[in-house]
């Protein structure tokens, strides 16, 4: 089969960027493991092993080999082979049950193991299954039925969703926190005697020797009401609207390829891939209550792939039945999802802090920790239930009657990348 110069060139492009994404996780995998390595009881200079150097150096390993596939299948297509279609079954019941149970097993262990002198063992091990499981159910609820494409399509728009997605938004929000530094430069210049503090408090951050003791460092001023509302302002709305532009960076590209059912599908495919990524950088900042973690972040996982399939199907609604209204509505409606998520986690981490002064009891820190839990709570099984609805929605009729086969190869141009 002849490739069309265009899709060529679109699997040249997706070969480079596996490779070089490959390369670049491995490295900076082999740069975390040597650090922790070096950090082993007994060797010169060592102080205890650090897990999470373990954890998240083995979470880039494994996101290094879910890049191959996609790139296996680009240049397959690059040498004009034919590539299979990709399809999911609908998740059976007892399956969704499997997974869930064996993830609370993990989590418990995890827990229970996190604070032995097997941690830094067992915990990447376990880090990577409690964090994989549910994005992987999540992904058979989304996705089981609707059609993808080619395997090449598929992987390709998980691979970019898991890469160039949380690239993106951290260069998008890395510019939010400069022009935070700037108001604070300009802050300090009208107010000099602020510098004083200032100075005073890095020097502190600088001894500092565990995270708790710059948490107490920083919480005086944590707590001050003008800093609740920077976090706020930068988390709850900046950091929600950058996140839901690029996390579907792939339906973007494919947008005029794409049916409604198709971006929602990819799009489920395309969130599963950031918050695969962020949740194992996430699990490696914690250096206890690993298990805990893992279940909070599995409530952020499928806010992610909820929002990015919703944000799929919009903008695949945009482009070929012009539903632009659509588009703007949804785009709304999860940034609203992601900003109410966010600042429910703040309301808990500025509650624990409160809570941790020994000045007085902080009623109101108890009720909105109290508050952000069970809003939490809520919008990760309401996030659920719209997947499983949407999903159901999409699907289309005759899926059961005619269901695509693993060996019926596509040769459509329409199903590449």
Known sequence: MQ?????????????????????????????????????????????????????????????????????????????????????????PFWQLLVILAVWIVVAVITEIVGTTKLAWVLIPLLGLA??????????????????????????GTFNVGMIA??????????????????????????????MTIVERLLTQLNNATSIDQVMMLLEPYLLNPTAIFLMLLALSVFVPLIEELVKPAAIWLLARRLTPREGFALGVLSGAGFALLESLIAMATNDSSWGLSMVVRAGGDILHILNTGLMGWAIASAWHERRFLRLAVIYMLVVALHGIWNAMTVFI?????????????????????????????????????ALISMNRKLRPVLELAAVPSPANESTSPKNDV
């Open 130 to 155: 409690g964090t994989a499981l549910p994005i992987l159910a999540f992904v058979r609820l989304g996705v089981g039925g609707l059609p993808l494409g080619s395997r090449q399509r598929a992987w």
């Open 349 to 385: 981490v500025v509650s624990g802090l409160g809570a941790s002064s020994s000045q007085q009891i902080n009623l109101l820190g108890a009720g909105l920790t109290g508050l952000g839990t069970v809003v939490l709570a809520l919008l990760s099984i309401a996030a659920v239930i």
């Open 3 to 91: 490739t069309p110069p265009r899709l060529k060139w679109g699997a040249l492009s997706l070969i480079l960027f596996s490779l070089i994404s490959i390369v670049m996780l491995i490295g900076v995998a082999a740069l975390l493991i040597i650090t922790g390595l070096l950090k082993i009881p007994g060797l010169p200079g060592g102080d205890g092993f650090q897990t999470s150097n373990l954890l998240l150096s083995s979470g880039l390993l494994l996101c290094a080999v879910l890049l191959i596939p996609g790139g296996y299948y680009a240049f397959k297509r690059f040498n004009g082979k034919p590539i299979p279609s990709a399809f999911l079954r609908p998740i």
């Open 165 to 194: 997605g949380p690239a993106l938004a951290t260069l998008g929000e890395g510019i939010v926190y400069i022009a935070y530094v700037v108001v604070g430069i300009f802050a300090l210049i009208l107010h000099p005697e602020w």
